[in-house]
């Protein structure tokens, strides 16, 4: 209660000295925001459903689609050299209940 | 002494020294990268911290704290760009030393003040943690809750940055630090109903969103390096006599500051290094050097940096209160063991403590070595495309918060505490003290409950201590000052 309370009152305070200052807006990173976002959302839609293997596949590719440079030859690598060698690390050394592709390995 | 009787013994088993070069290897690895910070490095290996013994866990996350201020000038003198932010001063004179052709000397100045400061600085854990410890064995709720009310309000109001924005995010951080089910009375507490949240969450999965996933977003497409890196040979490293003339006085005052503000709560290495600087400037009549390549002006604020990363541990292993994020992150890992770092830590678990004061010194001369003979291994690496390397970082912090539960909606908080963090950063708000409310407010609220149980409700009485009074007075104090400062800055 009372941190909610302190929490609006400080934000309203910061509102009104916002408001009173001649304000820079800051410049905004959007592609790499979106692209982040996508890449780690389609990995928490696909660990649990389809296995490691393409979740970090699916990460890595739609990660690096923030990059203004693309050279997909080497992503694409990226992308499968690490998958495999997180499935590796995670489901057998660690030996984590993690899956690599469903219904494969 | 214990350090030679426990300390190394525990510290130079194989195991440990194997994660301490790995600490200290992978610490100097991001210290390097500009766009990762240390912190946010601690926070990736946590979770592999979980399956480790809790003296290797903490000595291996120590080893990548300090080990990242090493690693952190070398792009700050090579690129201009600070690889962590206690570094950022460094560019100043560093990169113009590194244009006038004098980068190998540059390198081997920041190592070398890099060691001292961290020499210094481990001297002083040892004399000081102990004394400081045996002071804190009469602490009581009371104390505790008084000395931890005032490295809240710390945190909040000495860092960088508008002060009332910190102080927010320091609210922020204890309410989220409030998520779950309240010990005392059962009640749930900002759950909404969501299973999930019915235990809250571990400091993890916020310093992942708001430190590695924040950072990523921020860095893409904003780090630009790659050509202008020449190679550094070692025969260039060697600085003149008339180098390491002029940086012994400036280090001497460096590791002063450091240790002065590095167990401070809410101060830390970057501010230790901007004042070393600072102080630097002043002790200097040919003011106007600085800033065109002094040595001065690289050898104080690197060994400030350093000594005041050693000495952090101070209030975080005697008292259990962390003065700094990265601290209140590893206090986390502690506690994840079971372990309340307190004053009886020394005397219950002197293995650990001792144990890894042993592997400060361990690590740093690992580190000396890493950083002057093998230089020219991590100016390669700065050469390593940042495109590359982010989706790996992100990579990292999936697996690592997936395997702590198994829970993809774990990973799923950590996306929104990332975007969310990027938002407030546009904003100029600062993540680090948002860390430690998120620590020390339940820790607070814990004690202050016990107290109250004490004096049967009577907050009054809490003043009757004199140690907890002189604490109530200073937090008040520090709140005036910072409702005065922040009401002139609107002006």
Redesign the interface.
Known sequence: MILGATSIVLGIFIGVMGWREKGRIPSFNLLPLVAVFAGLSSFVLLIDRVGIIPAVCALILVGSLAGHEKNWTSTVLLAFVFSILSWLIFSIILELPVVGVRGLI | MDLFTIGFPVALTLINVAYCFLGVFLGTFVGVLPGISGLTAVALLLPLSY?LDPTTAIIMLGGLYYGAEYGGSTASILLNLPGTASNAVTCLDGYPMARQGRAGPALFITSVASFIGAAIGTVLVMFLAPLLAKFALSFHSAEYFSAMLLGLVAAGTVGQGRR??S??MV??G??LG?IGIDTNTGVFRYTYGIANLYDGFPIVILAMGFFG?TE???S???IKFVAEVGDVSLRSLMPTAEDFRRITKPMMRGAAVGSFFGPLPGTGPTIASFIAYAVEKKCHKDEDRFGKGAVEGIAAPETANNAAVQTSFIPTLTLGIPGSATMAVMLGALLVHGIQPGPKLIVEQPELFWGVIASFWIGNIFLLILNIPFIGLWVRILKIPY??L???I??M???GV??LN?S?FD??M??IF??FG?LLK???FEPAPMLIGFILGPMVEQNFRRSMVITHGDFWALFERPITATFLILTLVLLVWMIYGSLRE?R
Do not use: E
Request: aromatic letters at 10%; glycine letters at 4%.
């Open positions: 399956h009332i924005k102080v927010a609210v922020l204890m309410t409030m996933v990523v977003i921020n893409i497409n904003r495109k590359f982010y989706p790996c992100l990579c912090i999936c697996i997936y395997s198994n993809a990973v799923g950590v996306i990332g975007v990027y546009l904003m100029d609107s």
